[in-house]
């Protein structure tokens, strides 16, 4: 028996959507002239849409088009968008190594846990490569990173919430959906995962505590650290209970197995 754990990046890794991806999707538009900045409760809804570039084709009404002095043309408005999308994630790069963007409690614990205990770990996210890296990176430190497989991009023809991404992960990692677990922070990620048949675990946060997580195995405020912020379970449906942190042992137990040691 293999056990495996993947984990989306933004929201799960980090506070990224706050303090990292609108403030550098407002930054963008404002250097490029363009008659839009997103308000915390407008991308909330932006959030809806899997992956950055599609967040902002969002944008390309008639309307919006005309009022930015944009290409009438498909092809001109692609290019548009793939400079915007490009100097997007610069400014994303370096919030992440200004130290702007805080990592979430528990997420490198866990990490550890899972490595010293044998078990493939990955992250697997719809955002650009790069920018999962630096997320990843600065989470659980170089070290840790480089044992972490990286699913990110657009490395599958379609983003969450369509299981493309996690599907990809189980086939590279080679461990089936049933010996592996996933912790997400959203609906779209929840049905992705769900939809590759794997077993779910959600940390919430401020734009997602909201959303339905029917399917979860487990919802928790956070996975919690020892002497830092304490996990509060908000829902369970497997035979885990947590204590004042997610423990390697919880993870095991979603999934109906027992954590083993390396």
Same mark, same amino acid.
């Given at each position: 028996m293999t056990s495996a754990l993947i984990l989306d990046c933004d929201g799960v890794l980090a506070d990224t959507? =706050?303090? *990292?991806h609108l403030v550098a999707f407002n930054q963008t538009f404002e250097e490029f002239g363009l008659p839009v900045r997103w308000s915390a409760s407008e991308y909330k809804e932006k959030l809806l849409i899997g992956g950055g570039k599609e967040r902002m084709a969002s944008l390309l009404t008639p309307?919006?088009? #005309? $009022?930015? *002095?944009?290409?009438?043309?498909?092809? *001109? !408005? !692609? #290019?548009a968008l793939a400079a915007w999308h490009r100097r997007k994630t610069e400014i994303y790069l370096s919030l992440v190594a200004d130290g702007a963007i805080p990592p979430r409690p528990g997420v490198d614990r866990i990490v550890g846990e899972a490595l010293a205990a044998g078990w493939p770990v990955a992250v697997a996210s719809t955002s650009a490569e790069a920018s999962v890296r630096a997320t990843l990176e600065r989470a659980v430190g170089a070290t840790r990173a480089r044992a972490v497989r990286v699913f990110a991009g657009d490395v599958v023809p379609r983003k969450k919430p369509a299981?493309?991404?996690?599907?990809? #992960?189980?086939?590279?990692? &080679?461990?089936p959906a049933s010996d592996a677990v996933v912790i997400e922070d959203s609906r779209n990620g929840l049905l992705a995962a769900t939809g590759a048949g794997l077993t779910c675990v959600i940390t919430v946060n401020d734009f997602t505590r909201d959303e339905d997580f029917s399917e979860a195995a487990l919802v928790v405020s956070s996975l919690g650290d020892p002497g830092g912020e304490r996990t509060v379970v908000l $829902?369970? =449906?497997? *035979? #885990?209970?947590? &204590?004042?942190?997610?423990t390697l042992a919880d993870l095991a137990i979603v999934t109906g197995h027992t954590a083993r040691k390396g």
């Open positions: 959507e =706050r303090y *990292g309307e919006f088009t #005309a $009022a930015a *002095g944009l290409p009438a043309d498909a092809p *001109g !408005q !692609q #290019a299981p493309d991404i996690y599907l990809l #992960a189980l086939r590279s990692l &080679g461990v $829902a369970s =449906r497997s *035979g #885990a209970r947590p &204590g004042d942190w997610v």
